[in-house]
């Protein structure tokens, strides 16, 4: 079902029964949608090979709720034999007598499907929504010779703006010249009978200045350049300490996981064998106990306790073997889990 999920693409559907008469009108309702504004139409494809062909968007658990059509290859079943020729853009609202309002998108795909499998030459119903832009563009393509195509708008390029077109071309842009970096030495005045005994020049080089002088009968001069201020005392938290854990830090949470299935749907890293001797949680499936009844686990949370064993120093494989019997074990019906969740 990878290739369902991700494209939608029916290869065996089944057929159904039972349709809506077509009638146009606005704030039309069926089969739990209202406010349906277009023509409803009864959609019947004859299964003449083993694709469907069509390749749909939408679902309950996405951004666009209502399942439209986007995109009907030419050899299948839907191409070849929909009666009138579905649209893409059309909207979905029934296969056979499913109702497809509130449903998600892998539930619509495995309601398609499940409805097109059977033997070939069967027949399968869908109930339409044509809205009016639907029947332009259909309109425009049959005129054309293809039904089930429109024809592609080339946008026109836009007319370059008159300030980035250069008056004449034989004007050649000015090119960028990085000016040299200068310098600018400065002299520090000084008492006369310094200035008198001085041989070379004062160099001053930002903020600190050196004096040379290349007299020997004048007084050595020692700068004493003062210790940098040391660092300031930074205030180290503790920490606290739980089942042999020391300097925790982060909130401990208790977090009961129900056994709702066989299960458990967590997978972990970390042990005392390891580099990493913390038991962190890597991964939670959705499809797990762990995801489905533990409010409040989350990936990156480190586990310190399963129901009442501590996982101190325990190895990879030892921790996997406490968590497997807890979850596993007879007449236990909840998992207790500690687990330290860090700071943001």
Not at 127 to 146: K, P, R
Request: proline share 9%; net charge negative.
């Amino acid at each position: 079902m990878g290739a369902l999920q991700k494209y939608a693409w029916f290869s065996e559907p089944t057929a159904v029964g039972g349709g809506v008469g077509s009638g146009s009108s606005e704030g039309l309702s069926h089969g739990g949608y209202t406010d349906l504004h277009g023509e409803i139409l009864t959609v019947t494809v004859s299964k003449v090979c083993k694709k469907l062909g069509i390749a749909i968007d939408g679902g309950a658990n996405t951004k666009q709720e209502a399942i439209i059509i986007r995109e009907i290859p030419p050899d299948g079943s839907a191409a070849k034999t929909a009666t009138p020729p579905l649209r893409i853009g059309q909207q979905i609202l029934q296969v056979e007598n499913t109702s497809l309002y509130g449903l998600r998108h892998k539930e619509t795909v495995m309601a398609i499907k499940a409805a097109f499998e059977g033997p070939i030459n069967k027949t399968l119903t869908f109930v339409i929504l044509n809205t009016q832009e639907d029947n332009d563009d259909t309109d425009g393509a049959q005129e054309q010779g293809h039904p089930h195509e429109t024809p592609p708008v080339i946008p026109t390029p836009p007319d370059p703006l008159p300030h980035l077109v250069p008056e004449t071309a034989s004007e050649p842009a000015p090119e960028f010249q990085q000016q040299p970096t200068r310098v600018q030495l400065r002299k520090k005045k000084r008492p006369p009978e310094i200035e008198q005994r001085m041989r070379e020049k004062v160099v001053t080089a930002g903020l600190d200045e050196f004096i040379a002088v290349a007299s020997s009968d004048l007084p050595s001069r020692h700068f004493h350049t003062p210790p940098p201020p040391p660092p300031p005392a930074s205030s180290q938290e503790t920490g606290v300490s739980f089942g042999g854990y020391a300097n925790l830090r982060g909130e401990i949470l208790t977090i009961p996981v129900t056994k709702v299935n066989k299960k458990l749907g967590m997978a972990i890293d970390g042990g005392a064998n390891t580099k990493q001797v913390a038991i962190t949680i890597r991964q939670i499936t959705p499809d797990g106990s762990a995801a489905v009844s533990g409010m409040g686990l989350k990936v990156g949370q480190q586990i310190l306790q399963v129901n009442s064993r501590s996982l101190h120093g325990l190895s990879h494989s030892e921790v996997v073997s406490v968590i497997k019997s807890a979850f596993e074990g007879i007449n236990k019906t909840t998992i207790t889990f500690i687990v330290l969740d860090p700071p943001e």
